[in-house]
């Protein structure tokens, strides 16, 4: 399945995702494996396009985002993640990367998931690494957990496993499923305050963790049937539930962690006035103060009006199911 590498050079695009079932709190650090299984949806218009070129000239390994050399921190957990991708082709060469997003730097929706999926895609086929896709959802899980959902195509379901290999990621529902689209409303623009890599280290110090856990994995059934069987009341009321759950172990953990801007609560209350009104519309969010505003195609219009006259929200952007990882050609150095 893996793009044919040229001359040690490879790009792959890969979507962000948002969660319906939320990755949140690991039973093991350093694998990256979570605490339940997760489900989500591909965003077709926020990917991150990344190159990865070999070049044994290199000392180090150079990463540039958006044009410009990322700071060291930023660039550890790149290089940690090319070392994975070295030791699986036996070489020690030096890597140039560099990569793009779709979305506007600084949108606040900057994602983890689209840049280690395509970190991942393009690092093995610049190696020439042959890998099936379940593999490749494991290598994008050890980047970050979240980016295991973004190489297969659609409706995605991450299993959590109790070992690396069985904790991988595999399409429940293909892009043309359902016409669910996500209205992204944008109230934050900066870098959130707490990553969520330090989120998911504090979920133990909640009191809510346990029953948040048991009420996920409870939930996750439900909402697979709901989106298998395109019950759109269903899927929404547990998606919002199971997004709720999430901030209340975030809110309880200590230190304590907030995400939510005065804005963010204006666009969950808008969001419940436009379902008394008949509009089928649920909020999720992830760790930040953004909302996903989850809806039909029939909707979008409406719902666009009625987020954008919401005080505080800065812009919105639709996003529908998106397509898995893919390589193209046209690289970026
Ligand atoms: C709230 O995948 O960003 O978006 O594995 O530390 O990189 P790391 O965490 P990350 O966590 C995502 C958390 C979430 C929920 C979700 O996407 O499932």
Redesign the pocket.
Known sequence: MVGQATDGKATAVACA???F????G?KDDAL?LPLNA?I?MNLDRATTTTTVAFDPALERDEVVIEGMETAEKAAGRVSEHLDRVRSMAGITTRARVASRNSFPAGAGIA???SA?AALSAAGIAAAGVAMDERGLTVLA?L?????A?SIPAGFVEWYAGDRSEDSYAEQIAAPDHWDLCDLIALVQTGHKEV???R??ALVESSPFADARLAAAERALPVVRDALLARDFDVFGEETELEAIR?HAVAMSSRPSVIYWSPATVAIMLAVREARADGVGAYFTI??GANVHVLCREDDAADLDTRLRAVPGVLDVLVNRPGPGIQWVSGHLI
């Not at 079932?21 to 949140?24: A, E, L, M, N, V």
């Not at 980047?143 to 980016?147: D, I, P, Y």
């Open positions: 995702n948002i969660a079932i939320k990755y949140w690991r990256r997760s989500s994602s983890s998931a280690f899980r980047g970050s957990g979240s980016a959902r990553a969520s890599t989120g998911h999430m992830d760790a």
